[in-house]
């Protein structure tokens, strides 16, 4: 069967239409359609516009792009019209794994997997050795993966915590401020709060919850997976977040013990002393 005759049928499917349906919708004859979806008969540009308005997805798509080949989570996502070729953006094919009902896994990057995941993120036999889990208050029509992640930058969510992402399949859509664990070649698994500059320079700009961490940006070229940040597991407690009074206190008393020990130099340099005779 050719993609375009296979597309349309399990679109139809998807959508739990009948043929007479789908006929009467886009004002044609049943016999037309069935002609259309076993190949009998080949459609023109007018009934291809109108399967294209039909499905919300491009003429591209239905005549290149095997559908049958995409997960759940992806179908999914075309069907809400995040279309490569209406979107601009680059379709992405994710290496998934699935149960045996057929629903997606939650595969699991821990941290001694972080590496090998940065080379094997696309290859479905390094996928299918992951651990999997299943989370039944997670959407079945969207697509997640939990990453363990390692250091303080992202403070007060503790290093060593396990973080849930759902897979975005189109990067114009990041919203600016949105926790992402951001994959790269180079820099491996990363996960930062995220700025979207791709439509003005074609960057993403990465700066972290921890104030000690200064913000960053990465070409977009560069990027291999983006997913939006759902909750972390944590057997760690967050440190407690200091009174404002306190916090205030704090930062006058540094700022205080900043501007002597500076006196203490310039006095030091004025009098050629050493420091501790100053």
Wanted: charged content about 25%; hydrophobic content about 40%; overall charge neutral.
């Amino acid at each position: 069967m050719n993609i375009f005759a296979s597309n349309i049928k399990l679109l139809r499917k998807r959508r739990g239409r009948t043929q007479d349906e789908v006929a009467f919708v886009l004002g044609m004859k049943r016999p037309t359609l069935s002609g259309y979806e076993n190949e009998v008969a080949q459609p023109g540009i007018d009934a291809l516009l109108a399967f294209s308005r039909y499905f919300g997805i491009s003429i591209d798509t239905l005549l290149k792009v095997d559908l049958s080949k995409l997960s759940q989570s992806e179908l999914s996502q075309l069907e809400k019209g995040y279309d490569v070729f209406i979107t601009g953006s680059k379709i992405r094919v994710l290496a998934t794994t699935v149960d045996s009902q057929n629903n997606e896994n939650i595969e699991v990057v821990n941290q001694k997997a972080s590496a090998g995941y940065r080379l094997g993120f696309s290859d479905p036999d390094y996928i299918k050795i992951l651990p999997t889990f299943h989370m039944p208050f997670l959407s079945k029509e969207k697509k997640y993966r939990t990453f363990q992640i390692t250091g303080d930058s992202m403070l007060p969510i503790p290093d060593g915590s396990w973080v849930t992402g759902e897979f975005i399949q189109n990067w114009n859509l990041i919203r600016d401020g949105q926790p992402c664990i951001v994959l790269t070649l180079d820099d491996g698994i990363m996960f930062k709060i995220v700025e979207n500059r791709i439509k003005s320079d074609g960057k993403l700009l990465l700066s972290s919850l921890n104030p000690l961490y200064d913000s960053y940006s990465i070409d977009i070229k560069d990027v291999r997976e983006v997913w939006k940040f759902v909750h972390y597991i944590s057997s760690a407690m967050p440190e407690p977040n200091l009174p404002r009074e306190e916090l205030s206190a704090t930062v006058v008393a540094l700022k205080k013990d900043l501007e002597k020990l500076k006196k203490q130099v310039n006095e030091a340099v004025v009098l050629k002393l050493p420091f501790d005779e100053a």
